[in-house]
Nanobody, 113 residues
Framework: QVQLVESGGGLVQAGGSLRLSCLVSGTQMNGMGWYRQAPGKQREMVAGITSGGTAAYADSVKGRFTISRDNAKNTVYLQMNSLKPEDTAVYYC?????????WGQGTQVTVSS
């Protein structure tokens, strides 16, 4: 059974930092990524990373967020710095093991002004 379990969300003041983790069990993923969904908005991609470590970011988080992965630990991370209130959302871990796609349960990130 494939599972993606996120951790590391919470409440932080604007300008602060959080580090999200996503532990994968049951398979090795090809691409992995982080998505977020704010209340009343569509889910959007925040950052993605290939199995080889090539990363891509949404324009809104470039220069502030860093995605990384440890293939030996089957874990992907999202380091979030200089957080803004508009970063408030539920953050979801996503993994692709072609042709299937998997999601975590989500972790809440709340940034207070």
């Amino acid at each position: 059974q494939v599972q993606l379990v996120e951790s590391g969300g919470g409440l932080v003041q604007a300008g602060g930092s959080l580090r999200l983790s996503c532990l994968v069990s049951g398979t090795q993923m090809n691409g992995m990524g982080w998505y977020r969904q704010a209340p009343g908005k569509q889910r959007e991609m925040v950052a993605g990373i290939t199995s080889g470590g090539t990363a891509a970011y949404a324009d809104s988080v470039k220069g502030r967020f860093t995605i990384s992965r440890d293939n030996a630990k089957n874990t992907v991370y999202l380091q979030m710095n200089s957080l803004k209130p508009e970063d408030t959302a539920v953050y979801y871990c996503n993994g692709v093991r072609r042709p299937l796609e998997y999601w975590g349960q989500g972790t809440q990130v709340t940034v207070s002004s």
